[in-house]
């Protein structure tokens, strides 16, 4: 047993945590001409895309609580629960395809759409012109720039959104007195009108009551406004400048003859929760746009930045990852990217992914009850790729794998208050759609917790849209949040109750097979189809394996969290007895993890979701010490695959393939996901799934950043893993990462983790305790226990 005492307290070496800034640097030598090249800020709510610009610099701005839509109608199919019955009958006669067809009734209405807020420009006169361009953005700081010289002139612009003064500054020099003229124009795809008010140039609009999902296609009144309807936005732009004057036209703000100036956005939507009407019961978000405005203004511009840098720093720079010398080029980043693609090395290259991911993450997620989207907060579409939704099948989960294990974890906040809200929309959904108890979520949802099945009314693919596991996987997030932070009041009073609720549905949606296990019926396996024996191409069926995997991981999780709140009940026992009487895995002809219930073959044997080997990742019931047999199978339906797949999938299939400790593996797929994608869609010629555009969002393609999220969680994932009492070590460490360090990443149990390693051999470990407790560290066939109390550090050599 390893105890603390001063002597071993060692700080890893300060230069080994030191690299160079093309770690936390992106930049460019020209302008963006598309929305997947331009750099993007956020302070959790308020979004920016800058496209830097130099005759006109556009920046798309948007909101995290701007969404089409109002409070949602769970009861919106009163009646569909009737419709199970007879579905469960079919099914137990075998007959598949009129299985699907009544699965179609247990359907309602699409979710509502994430919307852009409008575009923001900067145009300049006389300066068609210009050399020496440089386009950046430091994530060490949050903070953009843009500099260039035009007619012998310096000029430069510095861009950031402040979390800690809601504001977004930017802030125009130049080097040569009163050179600066430039004016400051709105548009919008929304309703609005701009009005001057003394010398603040105002917009005040509102969001569409309805917007249909975009792969829909084009249909008519596919977008529907009402003046009395819908989120209200408001968006302020205001000047203080050095030499020159700054003119209100009413339509614009003209900059003549500045030396100096710093442009102050302010933005506030009336979003007042889930469950209030935006038009009748908001914020005032004309008043809140002005307060934030007019305490940002009274603040200088050094003043504002030095706020914002050190609220920002204070998340960032808990983390740190060193992965040794590389002999990588200065080069501009989407020309690393290139260079990367071909197989160079550029091990800088990977760790500014990673660190863009918890970048990401700090700029997208800090709104309470809204969680980052299927783009973070970045959208200019008025009907985005799938409705920049919340979708529960993978995505909206994928993108908080980083928020605990990268010490981010007040960052979960947005995710964990959201499942409140759905449990409450969702409890309607349990009894009117399915006949039972408890709470559920099902393939999409929204700013207003939508959690029926999708599919308006039956007109949806059954393989999607019928899918109802979204609130079991959900309230798996909630035992995660507690593993880590060992939060027993958060456990008491939050999760608890929620993860109670997810687990009644559960208990009572199940029934039992012919051989007295339960199982789920209806059944899906998300966005996958099946083949039955007899040639049927079908969706809907009884027992399907992530149903149960995601049942069997929240069971697992209710059981351990009554365990640490002492409580032993009637209901604990249900789940005790449901749990070991669970339909069990089951390994395929082909030595693979059955995705049916049945040893049937997929339509497409490489499909993207990989849905059935949940419970290697993201749970944590099969492992390659205690499940070695599981742990095989899900490597075979790996291989089966393959490696060729999408942003998010790759994401998730690195993270499995570090769970089973093979790093080369995980490594290949790393470098894969960090391909050149190029922005243009019609003329490119670097195309394909899975990759990056050229400012590192990832290209699913479209966009979605849940592939950023699960790829900066996978480099964890290789370096360390952990349960509620053992912590790993460099488990699934790639050859290619021969020396390294990070410090400040987080295990369960509450320990914070720092390691160094040199000739793919361990050197030494610091483990901080966050809360008194005890872990056992694991390192190749090595284990040492560790006792400490709040506060205490050990360095362990090993």
């Not at 993270?655 to 996901?673: F, H, I, Q, V």
């Not at 361990?762 to 483990?767: G, M, R």
Request: charged share 20%; proline share 4%.
């Amino acid at each position: 047993m390893i105890k603390p005492f001063s002597t071993l307290i060692i700080l890893l070496s300060v230069s080994s945590l030191c690299y160079s800034q093309s770690s936390n640097l992106l930049w460019y030598d020209k302008p963006a001409d598309y929305f997947e090249e331009t750099l993007v800020l956020g302070n959790g709510k308020m979004g920016a895309s800058v496209f830097g610009g130099v005759s006109s610099d556009k920046i798309y701005l948007n909101d995290a609580t701007l969404w089409s839509g109002e409070p949602v109608n769970a009861n919106n199919n009163p009646e569909a629960y009737k419709y199970v019955n007879p579905v469960r009958k079919v099914l137990s006669e075998e007959n598949y395809k009129l299985a699907d067809s009544l699965n179609r009734f247990i359907q309602g209405q699409y979710s509502q759409s994430y919307a852009p807020l409008g575009t923001m420009y900067l145009n300049y006169k006389d300066q068609e012109t210009f050399k020496n361009y440089h386009r950046e953005l430091d994530i060490s700081k949050a903070i953009s720039k843009v500099s260039y010289e035009s007619n012998g002139i310096k000029f430069q612009r510095e861009y950031f959104i402040s979390y800690p003064d809601q504001i977004m500054v930017i802030h125009l020099t130049s080097n040569k007195k009163k050179s600066i003229n430039c004016s400051i124009g709105f548009e919008s795809l929304l309703k609005y009108n701009i009005t001057k008010e003394k010398n603040i140039m105002k917009v005040d609009g509102y969001a569409p009551y309805h917007a249909e999902p975009s792969y829909r296609g084009d249909m008519p009144n596919a977008i529907l406004f009402d003046e009395k309807k819908g989120t209200r936005f408001t968006t302020l732009f205001k000047v203080s400048n050095k030499d020159g004057n700054v003119i209100n036209t009413g339509n614009s703000i003209e900059l003549k003859n500045c030396t100096e100036a710093t442009i102050y956005v302010s933005i506030a939507t009336s979003f007042n929760g889930f469950d209030k009407n935006p038009a009748t019961e908001g914020v005032d978000n004309k008043a809140l746009a002005l307060k934030n405005l007019e305490k940002a203004y009274k603040k200088s511009y050094s003043s504002l930045k030095e706020r914002h840098v050190k609220d920002y720093q204070a998340l960032y720079n808990r983390v740190a990852l060193d992965l040794g010398n590389s002999d990588a080029p200065k080069l501009p980043t989407d020309k690393r990217l290139l260079r990367y693609k071909d197989g160079m090395e550029d091990k800088n290259l990977e760790i500014l992914y990673f660190n863009f991911g918890r970048y990401l993450l700090i700029s997208s997620s800090r709104t309470e009850g809204v969680p980052a989207n299927l783009q973070g907060i970045w959208n200019p579409y008025m009907r985005p790729p799938w409705s920049s939704n919340y979708t529960l099948n993978i995505n909206a989960q994928e993108n908080y794998w980083l928020a605990e294990i990268a010490n981010l974890s007040e960052l979960h906040k947005p995710l964990l208050t959201f499942i409140k809200n759905v449990a409450v929309t969702g409890a309607v959904t349990a009894k009117t759609y399915y006949g039972v108890n408890g709470w559920a979520a099902c393939q999409n949802s929204d700013i207003w917790a939508l959690s029926n099945p999708v599919g308006d009314f039956g007109g949806g693919d059954p393989n999607w849209a019928n899918w109802n596991m979204g609130g079991t996987w959900l309230a798996t997030h909630l035992w995660e949040h507690y593993s880590f932070t060992q939060d027993e009041n958060y456990l008491r009073e939050e999760a608890y109750p929620l993860m109670k609720g997810a687990v009644q549905f559960c208990l009572e949606w199940m029934v039992k097979d012919d051989k007295g296990h339960w199982i789920t019926s209806p059944s899906t396996s998300p966005e996958n189809i099946y083949i039955t024996p007899t040639g049927y191409h079908g969706a809907t069926l009884y027992g399907a394996t992530a149903d149960l995997a995601m049942i069997r991981e929240l069971f697992n999780n209710f059981i351990s969290a009554s365990s640490v709140l002492d409580i032993n009940d009637a209901f604990l026992n249900q789940v005790v007895k449901a749990k070991n009487n669970l339909h069990p895995y089951t390994i395929g002809e082909k030595g693979n993890l059955q995705e049916w219930y049945y040893d049937w073959e997929d339509e497409d044997p490489k499909h993207r979701h990989q849905s059935h080997l949940f419970g290697l990742y993201p749970g944590n019931h099969i492992t390659v010490n205690n499940t070695p047999d599981l742990a095989d199978a899900s490597r075979t339906t790996l291989e089966i695959k393959g490696d060729e797949t999408t942003g998010w999938s790759k994401g998730w299939r690195i993270n499995l393939w570090a769970r089973l400790w093979d790093g080369n593996r995980a490594y290949k797929m790393y470098r894969e996901l960090l391909k050149y994608v190029d922005p243009d869609k019609s003329e490119g010629t670097h195309k394909g799934h899975g990759g990056t555009y050229p400012n590192l969002f990832d290209a699913h393609p479209p966009f979605q950043i849940d592939g950023n999220f699960g790829g900066a969680a996978a480099v964890i994932e290789m370096l360390m893993q952990s349960t509620n009492n053992k912590i790993y070590l460099l488990p699934a460490l790639p050859d290619a990462w021969k020396n390294g360090s990070i410090k400040g990443i987080c295990a369960r149990g509450g320990f914070e983790i720092s390691m160094e390693w040199k000739n793919n051999t361990l050197i030494k470990t610091e483990v901080t305790a966050k809360i008194s407790g005890k872990t056992t560290l694991v390192y190749n066939n090595t284990q040492k226990d560790i006792v400490l109390k709040k506060g205490e550090k050990i360095v362990v050599i090993w």
